[in-house]
């Protein structure tokens, strides 16, 4: 089992920066695919950005390419995403996700990953 727990949410203002971060714990950390989601009221949660095991392997959807930035302390056990030129349409929850399955490809749909956090607010604001 897995424990994620997302902080770093909060309201800001068009083109500021905001920092989640995703604390595990209950297994190596190391030993998981980890993925930012977020979902906005009345949409589906998709994927913002994934990262594999050691770091070495991420993605990002194309409306964050260039703004956000996923990252991750192994030594921590920590889960980073780094948001900048936020937007007004970037308002969701955000959520941290685990993948415990050893995979050639980062995971990128809702049910390819196993565990979850409680998500945390993200408003921006024009």
């Known amino acids: 089992q897995v424990q994620l727990v997302e902080s770093g949410g909060g309201l800001v203002q068009a083109g500021g920066s905001l920092r989640l971060s995703c604390a595990a714990s209950g297994r190596t950390f190391s030993s998981l695919n980890m993925g930012w989601f977020r979902q906005a009221p009345g949409k589906e949660r998709e994927l913002v950005a994934a990262i594999s095991r050691n770091g070495g392997s991420v993605y990002y959807v194309d409306f964050v390419k260039g703004r956000f930035t996923i990252s991750r302390d192994n030594a921590k056990n920590t889960l980073y995403l780094e948001m900048n030129s936020l937007k007004p349409e970037d308002t969701a929850v955000y959520y941290c996700?685990?993948?415990?399955?050893?995979?050639?490809?980062?995971?990128?749909?809702?049910?390819?990953?196993?565990?979850w956090g409680q998500g945390t607010q993200v408003t921006v604001s024009s």
């Open positions: 996700a685990a993948d415990r399955t050893w995979r050639v490809v980062l995971p990128t749909t809702p049910g390819e990953y196993d565990y």
